[in-house]
């Protein structure tokens, strides 16, 4: 069923941006300077901020409080004039161009942008590692985290904790070193799976991680979680280790609705889109961040690199509704790759370089801290 009040199922001019990701904060500033002429934008989101997700291992270290990693949604939409529908979408049919909610509304749209972020399939990961939706604490959404990490931090005053982090990946290698400046007590283990750690980054990488890792005094287990329970960790080799906290940083999966909506994907769910951001199949979406995959693989599926598509995706956006042609967002090759220690020290690679120490945590602090900065001074306060 359609929903009469909701405008943009009866306006043809309808622009809806499903997600409130750092894409899509971007194209609301830009909307906050210059709207679109005759288009009536949606937001959907049901979520009142933006996490900073590349702040997600400070804010465990203790270097940053939530403040300072979030931005506020309601003084962007505000400034941008966009109706907000603090919903989740729960299905969508790409062909008749429709979009149903949480409420069991649908809602008509002309132009889609998507830009969610990507999820950890709870389900999923609970049939490969049972226990995990019950004794687990789970990286994303952000919420859940946030709100149960300083209650982790206040046990560890108390005993000396045994934590395990669930994942090999950049985040996962990034929050065990924030937990380790943390909590310097700990007893420290990085399950990274049987491929090893960070295994999207060049070799040279891995190795200067790794190393990183065993100063830390971090226990790296090249193999696979099965089993969760309250006290303790089973492995695919057999083995058990004692266990009071869980954090699982595994990766992100594409929403179940998305694979069934009509859109090209790829084999893992995630809608593929060309270099102008624009789906594959259907020329009136659009898509960004962790949820969408470039055809070309020029660009990461994540939500730093959803950062520099931003100002692409709000000009495309811009320009489908007057009719004019889309723009290519250009990918740098050999882009920065920033990773924090959680101590005031860091990582940066660019090509075959690499460089540590705190020069680098203070760039990755700099660019951080100024993209938040910069979407909070694009809404201007209330009056």
Not at 176 to 200: K, N, Y
Not at 270 to 295: I, K, L
């Amino acid at each position: 069923m359609t929903t009469a009040a909701d405008p943009s199922s009866q306006d043809p001019r309808s622009l809806v941006l499903l997600g409130a990701g750092h894409a899509h904060v971007q194209v609301l500033a830009q909307l906050a300077r210059k709207p679109l002429p005759g288009v009536q934008v949606t937001l959907v989101s049901p979520h009142p901020h933006l996490f900073h997700f590349p702040m997600v291992a400070g804010y465990v270290a203790g270097r940053y409080d939530l403040d300072a990693c979030n931005i506020a949604i309601e003084p962007l939409v505000r400034a941008s004039a966009v109706r907000w529908l603090r919903r989740n979408a729960v299905a969508l049919d790409a062909n008749r161009r429709l979009l149903r909610l949480d409420d069991g509304t649908d809602i008509n749209y002309q132009w889609l942008s998507v830009n969610i972020g990507g999820v950890q399939d709870r389900d999923r990961v609970e049939l490969n590692l049972p226990g995990a939706r019950e004794h687990g604490l789970f990286v994303r959404p952000f919420n859940a985290l946030g709100a149960l990490w300083p209650k982790v931090v206040e046990m560890a005053t108390s005993r000396t904790l045994r934590v395990a982090i669930v994942g090999g990946g950049d985040t996962a290698v990034e929050l065990a070193m924030a937990i380790r400046h943390r909590l310097p007590q700990a007893a420290l283990t990085l399950v990274s799976g049987l491929t090893g750690i960070a295994i999207q980054q060049p070799t040279a990488m891995q190795g200067i991680l790794a190393q990183a890792l065993k100063q830390r005094r971090i226990n790296v287990v090249p193999d696979r979680a099965t089993r969760l329970s309250e006290a303790e960790l089973t492995l695919a080799s057999g083995a058990r280790l004692a266990c009071d906290v869980a954090l699982i940083a595994t990766g992100v999966s594409a929403p179940g609705w998305l694979q069934a909506s009509g859109l090209a994907c790829d084999a893992d769910g995630f809608m593929t889109v060309d270099a102008c951001q624009r789906s594959c199949s259907h020329a009136n979406v659009f898509g960004a961040g962790d949820v969408s995959t470039r055809a070309d693989s020029l660009l990461p599926r994540n939500g730093r690199a959803a950062l520099s598509v931003g100002p692409t995706l709000a000009a495309n956006l811009a320009a489908i509704t007057a009719g004019q042609s889309s723009t290519a967002c250009l990918a740098r090759s050999g882009a920065l790759k920033l990773l924090g220690y959680g101590d005031g020290r860091g990582l940066a690679a660019w090509g075959g370089h690499a460089l540590q120490g705190r020069m680098a945590w203070w760039y990755k602090d700099w660019i951080d801290r100024s993209f938040v900065r910069r979407l909070r001074e694009s809404a201007p306060p209330a009056s």
